[in-house]
């Protein structure tokens, strides 16, 4: 049931916020001269997948989590789309693609190990990754490995259609700060 809403919810968001995405993309290419920021990231079963944000950071700026990078490297426009949670919208392809689902545990680099060693540990990769979550919509953020994990945990083991709409409500109407950067 969930892969069905997944997958219509994405289709029509994306068919609905077309306009916005090429008004992004537009503004971002004179921000940052690339609006798109590709990275690879930690998916179901801990394959790797490519995951589709807009850019909100400098183009030379290391490939780290977000809490380890530095506030300089965001851009003005970046900021904005950071607060407002648009910089995620890309992610809607991913969620067509089936790589993630709307609701699930954030995706984390590779190089996060203390992330990835606690969330094997609690079985989290048997689920697909989403753009938000439980975590995301109570400020829990990648620097608290195991109560992160622990999180995603409990938010997989309570997901209900109810929760799943409740968490994609709450991120919408700005529930949960984004990405912590330093």
């Known amino acids: 049931m969930i892969k069905l809403l997944d997958f219509f919810a994405a289709f ?7 306009p916005v995405l090429l008004i992004v993309t537009i503004v971002g ?10 990275q690879v990231r930690v998916g179901k079963n801990k394959k790797a997948f490519k995951l589709i944000k807009f850019r909100t950071m400098s183009r030379d700026t290391q490939s780290v989590a977000s809490h380890l990078a530095s506030n300089a490297a965001i851009t003005k426009f970046g900021s904005f789309l950071r607060k407002t949670k648009i910089d995620e919208l890309p992610q ?5 693609k089936g790589e993630m689902s ?20 609690l079985g989290v990769y048997n689920v697909l990754p989403g753009v938000t979550g439980l975590a995301q ?4 953020d990648m620097s608290t490995p195991q109560l992160l994990a622990e999180t995603d945990r409990q938010m997989i083991d309570g997901l ?8 994609i409500l709450m991120t919408v109407t700005g529930s ?6 330093k």
């Open 160 to 167: 209900t259609i109810s929760k799943y709409f409740k968490y």
């Open 92 to 96: 809607l392809i991913n969620v067509l």
């Open 102 to 121: 709307l609701v699930g545990p954030r995706p984390n680099l590779f190089n996060q190990e203390d992330l990835i060693n606690e969330r094997d540990a």
């Open 176 to 181: 949960g700060s984004g990405d912590a950067v």
């Open 137 to 140: 919509v109570k400020n829990i």
């Open 12 to 18: 029509f968001g994306l068919l609905l916020l077309w």
């Open 29 to 38: 290419l004179f921000d940052t001269g690339s609006p798109i920021f590709i």
